[in-house]
């Protein structure tokens, strides 16, 4: 309405200009040919009429470049705010970067392909791409110094980048076999690129790659709207990172990495909600104690996770492994019968009775006693379903310790 209002005051005063100069131009110019002053009067109106002509176009390119720019944000922002939405609910990081990709490759129409590198323990790895077989992507760790974004920043990968042309990029200081990778993974028809950097903390953690099988594909516009969008989606990776860690907290065991009690518990719940069949099985370390106050708690460390890398190789694919307590876990077998879990449990017993900890500097084996409940054949009730289990397993290490060394619960050999 504003604008209207303008144009339509600047278009008077124009009129009124025109007016007023054709009046003085007539008033001053009475002496002259009549034919020679109506031509002096159309110059004069043809000069203010142009002017204004231009000034009204001018403004109206500026209101059209203002508009196209604040749409061009409005979707930048919508596009963010779906992507927030959907980001909030995702666990994988494999999906989380894949959907930032996506929602990127969206923001920039002109992108054809686009991957994610991002830092993994002091290597750039690739965590999404579109266009590439990530087959290949995902075997390439390489070094910071290789990508792209440092090579054309020097060093200080510190603003986005544009590569017009990437045929000209120089490939002879990159290992071979990370140009394999990426040839196989279909590089090859990319003609242009770029780049910007994620940065966390004033620390780059990675970057974001847009694509085209064109040269000179983008352009300095382009590149503002990925450094605006990297800026915003650094703060959903910043998030992402303290809510994984989070659930990493609240649902792993710290010294093993397996499931902790309270996750445990949940998932078992959610196992006997479904009336889905388990077998539920309460471990037992023997010896840990002794082992402790012996050799010290860095050997114990070492003897649970050297037992509980093992018993992972016995276990089916959708099995639920946690640790209850210092050397007690419980192991979870959904769809199994009790006859098919001890089959599974004494294979493991045989496998550790001939199994040395070759990290260790004397002969420490490991041994262990099980006990075993069907859900739901011989009870519905979770805190039932534990309670026969470890009976079951005490029974079994009470039996052990009188029929091993006299009842006691070490010996050099363990």
Not at 128 to 140: K, Q, R, T
């Amino acid at each position: 309405m504003k604008e209207r209002i303008r144009i339509v005051f600047l278009a008077a005063a124009f009129l009124t200009a025109s007016f007023l100069i054709s009046y003085i131009l007539i008033d001053q110019l009475q002496g002259i040919h009549l034919a020679l002053l109506i031509f002096i009067v159309m110059i004069a109106n043809w000069i203010i009429f142009g002017s204004a002509v231009t000034l009204l176009v001018k403004r109206y390119f500026s209101a059209y470049s203002e508009i196209r720019d604040i749409y061009s944000k409005y979707q930048m922002n919508k596009i963010l705010y779906d992507l927030l939405k959907v980001l909030a609910s995702v666990e994988e990081s494999e999906d989380f970067y894949s959907l930032i990709l996506e929602a990127a490759t969206k923001a920039i129409p002109k992108a054809k392909f686009g991957s994610i590198i991002m830092n993994d323990l002091g290597k750039m790895t690739f965590k999404a791409a579109v266009g590439f077989n990530m087959d290949y992507l995902e075997l390439i760790e390489m070094d910071i110094q290789d990508t792209v974004l440092y090579r054309q920043t020097n060093g200080k990968m510190d603003r986005p980048i544009i590569v017009s042309d990437i045929l000209a990029e120089d490939l002879s200081q990159i290992d071979e076999r990370i140009v394999d990778l990426l040839s196989s993974s279909g590089v090859k028809k990319v003609r242009s690129t770029m780049s910007v950097p994620i940065i966390i903390s004033n620390s780059v953690v990675g970057s974001i790659n847009l694509d085209s099988d064109q040269e000179n594909a983008f352009n300095h516009s382009d590149v503002e709207s990925l450094d605006f969008f990297a800026l915003e989606v650094s703060k959903f990776v910043r998030l992402h990172q303290i809510i994984d860690l989070n659930r990493t907290m609240s649902r792993y065991d710290e010294l093993t990495g397996i499931f902790n009690r309270g996750y445990c518990r949940r998932l078992i719940r959610d196992l006997m909600q479904k009336e889905s069949p388990f077998v539920l099985i309460s471990t037992d370390l023997n010896n840990l104690k002794t082992v402790n106050d012996l050799h010290g708690h860095d050997i114990g460390d070492l003897l649970i996770k050297s037992f509980v890398n093992q018993v992972k190789l016995f276990l089916p694919d959708d099995y639920i492994f946690a640790r209850y307590g210092g050397d007690e876990f419980v192991i979870v077998l959904p769809g199994l019968s009790s006859v098919e879990a001890t089959v599974i449990m004494e294979d493991m017993s045989r496998f550790f009775n001939q199994y040395t900890i070759r990290e260790a500097d004397f002969p420490l084996t490991i041994s262990f006693c099980y006990g075993l409940v069907c859900f739901p054949d011989e009870s519905s009730s979770y805190d039932e379903v534990l309670k026969l289990a470890d009976n079951r397993m005490y029974r079994q290490k009470r039996v052990y310790k009188e029929s091993n060394y006299g009842g006691l619960e070490y010996s050099s050999d363990l």
